[in-house]
């Protein structure tokens, strides 16, 4: 079946420790994406890629870093200058940007605490 | 950037009753899309609707684009209809903003 794939599910990190999350999509789409969702809270947009070995900082980049070597990955690393990391992150894809009626697709979420 | 606003922020019904959600958003879009986050945080995608009206069983969107509005309507809701519902909008900058969500919840 064609979605996104996230891993791993939860995760725990130390403070001052990188952690890294896997995203990986089968969909063939051009665009993808990183957002933050903390507790009751909606989702901010943290790095977004429109082509690959390309990427642009979201709403609230600090902290976070990103590759974006091959169409299907978009891995995000939460570096130790993240001061608050712990949050659900979810990542998503869709077809090009400027395209008239594309669609964000969501993985399942990544659930990070710093213990 | 782009605002988008939500309302209410939360509502509780009983089980049959009908709502109306709504998003307002502060410019021009040519994405807009409504989502459900069930409990387990998996987001659904309901509608896209940048302009008119779509119905899908008992939920139906409609957005006036001139107006820079849209409301999601549920009717008959059920218990399976809690969670949280988002509105999110792109403009041809290409990313998508969302707004803080309704948080609605069906009480049997």
């Known amino acids: 079946d064609g979605g996104i794939t996230q891993s791993p599910k939860y995760l725990f990190r130390k403070e001052g420790q990188n952690v890294t999350l896997s995203c990986e999509q089968n969909l063939n789409h051009d665009a993808m994406y990183w957002y933050r969702q903390d507790p009751g809270q909606g989702l901010r947009l943290i790095y977004y890629?429109?082509?690959?070995?390309?990427?642009q900082k979201g709403d609230i980049a600090e902290g976070y870093s990103v590759s974006r070597e091959k169409k299907e990955s978009f891995p995000l690393t939460v570096t130790s200058a993240q001061k608050n990391p712990t949050a659900f992150y979810l990542c998503?894809?869709?077809?090009?940007?400027?395209?008239?009626?594309?669609?964000?697709?969501f993985g399942e979420g990544s659930w990070l605490t710093v213990v | 950037g782009i605002q988008v606003e939500q309302s209410p922020p939360d509502l509780i019904l009983q089980e049959g009753a009908n709502s109306t959600l709504r998003c307002n958003f502060s410019d021009s879009v040519n994405n807009l899309q409504w989502f459900h986050q069930n409990p387990w945080g998996q987001l659904i995608n309901l509608f896209y609707i940048p302009s008119g009206t779509k119905q899908n069983g008992r939920l139906s969107a409609t957005t006036v684009a001139t107006e820079r509005y849209s409301l999601l309507y549920i009717s008959s809701s059920q218990t399976t209809d809690s969670g949280v519902y988002f509105c999110?909008?792109?403009?041809?900058?290409?990313?998508?903003?969302f707004g803080d969500g309704t948080t609605l919840t069906v009480k049997p």
């Open positions: 999110a909008v792109a403009t041809n900058a290409g990313k998508s903003t």
């Open positions: 890629s429109q082509i690959v070995n390309d990427f």
């Open positions: 998503a894809s869709s077809l090009p940007i400027l395209s008239s009626g594309n669609t964000i697709y």
